[in-house]
């Protein structure tokens, strides 16, 4: 009974995100404060600087065990 309330409510919540997603008229889309005020740029470079920053440490980190696995033979 409590797996299927659950799986009920998960259900019910999707479906409500998919109505949130609807457009206003036919076709036109919702207005997006985000791309209107340019600010979505904002979060582009955001977003890639917190890759870079990820992809800087993966490199110099196997820099790191490559020179550890070098000392250890």
């Not at 999707?14 to 997006?32: D, I, K, R, S, Y």
């Amino acid at each position: 009974m409590l797996k299927r309330t659950f799986f009920i409510t998960l259900l019910l919540g999707l479906v409500h995100q998919l109505f949130a997603q609807m457009t206003t008229n036919a076709g036109e889309q919702t207005p997006n404060s985000m791309t209107d005020h340019g600010k979505i740029y904002v979060v582009m470079f955001v977003c890639l600087v917190i890759l870079g920053g990820l992809i800087a440490y993966l490199i110099l980190l196997d820099r790191k065990i490559r020179r550890l696995e070098k000392q250890k033979d």
